[in-house]
């Protein structure tokens, strides 16, 4: 087995340990952060994102610390095209996407890899908490020993190729003994919190952000209650998230929440909680890892959200793309565009992109354009 890696080094701490841990069972390393965009191209701070300077400086510097070769990858160019744009298209086309996952898919795994045999160099070498395991030739995606870190759910479109050019040290450790080898190592960053949002959306308005982005603007339009019947005035369906309650600006005496949007009409649908709940849904674009694509239904947990506990349901098979499945159990508001991911216990099974929700009302829920990849 080759012992070569390089190691993807964002400048936070995961990433730091992960890259000190490979070095010190032996490996040849060498690091690299990977510039996804210009921070002053989208109007954000150079010292306060992901890609920011400071980042790159910190990252710089844990390589210099373990004597490591270090370079910045520009991917910019890919970065604006797979998930920038496909982020604005999902927003407008009534979904709600989750570039993390598309990060990890079109950049980390695709395009990493792609340097790292360039460079003669075996693995590829993250920070995120899941494992890898060969049984019987088969490469399988766990999650990591620790419940509340666990990112196998971002990573369910890894390939066997990617899976076994893969390493992932922090798997099998706590986030508190993560923190405790970068104070140990005085590594400059092991008090550096934990990145929460979108890394080119940092203060969380995606609205203003698609805005300056395109140089589009938003209209507003009418909320409409389950029935049809106008009640209200909105600033741009693309605001609105299914399950969202804070916010509306609607004043009823009780709670209402989103449970559809309509893009074309530019309607909000709002009503009451038990709307958002469903059993069924569809999704494209499966990637099957524990093995390749059922011919016959299967049982497994699935969950459609990161921080969601997986439920029980039936995956129906439609081709090896396409797959209907159905919980035991209504889910809470299931939305198109997030990723629908499979377990059989700790082993991820495969995912895909939620095409379409079947609403406990009976309506379906989905993306004007399915095709948005």
């Known amino acids: 087995m080759e012992k070569t890696a390089l190691i993807a080094m964002s400048g936070g701490v995961d990433s730091s340990v992960a890259a000190y841990l490979t070095v010190s069972q032996g490996f040849k390393c060498m690091g690299t952060t990977m510039r996804l965009y210009t921070n ?10 992901c890609c920011s300077q400071k980042n790159i400086e910190d990252a710089a510097q844990v390589a210099f610390d373990l004597d490591i070769p270090y370079e910045v990858l520009d991917l910019t160019v890919d970065f604006k095209e797979k998930i920038i744009e496909k982020f604005i298209r999902t927003y407008e086309s009534g979904g709600t996407p989750n570039p993390c996952i598309d990060c990890n898919r079109y950049m980390k795994f695709d395009k990493l890899l792609e340097f790292a045999e360039k460079n003669g160099l075996y693995y590829i070498v993250t920070g995120h908490y899941a494992a890898i395991e060969e049984r019987d030739g088969r490469f399988l995606l766990k999650k990591a020993l620790d419940p509340t870190k666990d990112q196998s759910y971002v990573l369910y479109s890894m390939t066997q190729r990617q899976l076994r050019h893969t390493l992932f040290p922090m798997g099998g450790l706590l986030k508190t003994e993560t923190r405790k080898i970068a104070e140990q190592q005085g590594f400059i960053n092991s008090k550096k919190p ?5 890394c080119f959306v940092p203060d969380g308005d995606y609205v203003k952000f698609m805005e300056e982005y395109t140089g589009r603007h938003y209209p507003d339009g009418d909320f409409i209650n389950e029935s049809g019947k106008i009640i209200g005035r909105h600033h741009g369906a693309v605001r609105y998230t299914v399950g969202q309650r804070k916010g509306l600006g609607l004043a009823f005496g009780k709670p209402v929440y989103v449970f559809k949007k309509d893009m074309k009409k530019n ?3 709002v009503g009451d909680e038990s709307l ?3 059993k069924e849904l569809s999704a494209n674009d499966m990637n099957w890892i524990a ?8 049982r497994v947990k ?12 039936t995956v129906y098979p439609n081709g090896a793309d396409c797959i209907d499945l159905i919980f035991d159990e209504p889910q809470r508001a299931i939305t198109s565009g997030q990723a629908v991911v499979l377990y059989d216990g700790d082993i991820v099974v495969g995912g895909g992109t939620i095409t379409q929700v079947k609403r406990s009302d009976g309506s379906k829920e989905s993306e004007e354009n399915h095709d948005i990849s």
């Not at 093995?291 to 299967?298: E, G, S």
């Not at 699935?302 to 349901?313: D, G, I």
């Open 291 to 298: 093995f390749d694509a059922p011919n016959r239904p299967i």
């Open 276 to 278: 958002l709940f469903s």
């Open 302 to 313: 699935a969950k459609t959200r990161y921080r969601q506990a997986e439920q029980w349901a």
């Open 267 to 269: 309607t909000v649908s």
């Open 40 to 49: 002053e191209d989208l109007g954000l701070s150079r010292f306060h994102t």
């Open 194 to 198: 934990d990145s929460q949002d979108i």
